[in-house]
């Protein structure tokens, strides 16, 4: 399982652009990468997936460096609403059980107004 | 359509008695998770059902928590003797099928379970 390490806590103001950075510097060929936010009392939510390069939805952005070690979810003009725990996963989706999913602490984001 | 649902949403129960928590997946997934959460932490895997495979239950704590899935549908997990530490959120998740990208797990809002 490759292993992630991301800040525990940022914190930003309404309208700035929040970049969060996770290491994974094991992974595998066959993993991606996998971030999910979390809203107090509530399950985990998908936001993006990625395994390199950028990919961008209507949500966040996922950017990847070549050597796939790291990975940076941007979230544009952040809002209130946006505070939340944001998770960095890793994992080959071909796996199946545990394997598939190794959830961390998170990284939680703080949005001020 | 409707998303994964879990009942009780919160159950309080003393020390040393036995709890059940549900879980309804979202219809035509196969593949369900069951994980627990304690306050400010991540999310510790317990157990994974996979249709009728049997099931990779190595996340499990101890052998006072088991859970059961019934094919495709209501799955329970169950705790006995509860203990103090068993405080915490337990999740269910439920993922259409178990391999492939952008096949992520969908969560439910969980059962906040607290040991008097």
């Known amino acids: 399982l490759a292993k992630t390490t991301q800040p525990i806590s940022m914190d930003s103001y309404e309208g700035q652009e929040v970049n969060i950075t996770c290491s994974h510097n094991?992974?595998?060929?066959?993993?991606?990468i996998t971030w999910y936010q979390q809203f107090p009392s509530q399950g985990p939510r998908f936001i993006i997936q990625?395994?390199?390069t950028k990919v961008t939805n209507e949500v966040a952005s996922l950017f990847i460096p070549a050597d796939r070690k790291s990975s940076t979810l941007s979230l544009p003009r952040v809002s209130l609403s946006d505070t939340a725990v944001y998770y960095c996963?890793?994992?080959?989706?071909?796996?199946?059980?545990?394997?598939?999913?190794?959830f961390g602490s998170g990284t939680r984001l703080q949005v001020q107004p | 359509g409707a998303g994964v649902s879990q009942s009780p949403s919160n159950k309080v129960t003393e020390k040393g008695k036995d709890v059940e928590l549900r879980c309804d997946p979202i219809?035509?997934?196969?593949?369900l998770y069951w994980y627990r959460q304690r306050l400010g932490q991540g999310l510790e895997f317990l157990i994974y059902?996979?249709?009728?495979?049997?099931?990779?239950k190595s996340g499990l704590p101890s052998d006072r928590f088991s859970a059961e899935r019934t094919g495709e549908s209501v799955s329970t997990l169950t705790i006995q003797r509860t203990q103090q530490e068993d405080s915490a959120v337990y999740l269910c998740?439920?993922?259409?099928?178990?391999?492939?990208?952008?096949?992520?797990?969908?969560f439910g809002p969980g059962t906040r379970l607290t040991v008097l």
């Open positions: 998740a439920s993922r259409r099928r178990s391999r492939g990208v952008q096949d992520t797990q969908y």
């Open positions: 094991n992974i595998a060929t066959n993993d991606y």
């Open positions: 990625g395994y390199k």
């Open positions: 996963l890793v994992g080959d989706p071909m796996d199946t059980g545990r394997r598939a999913l190794t």
């Open positions: 219809s035509g997934h196969t593949a």
């Open positions: 059902f996979q249709g009728n495979s049997a099931p990779d």
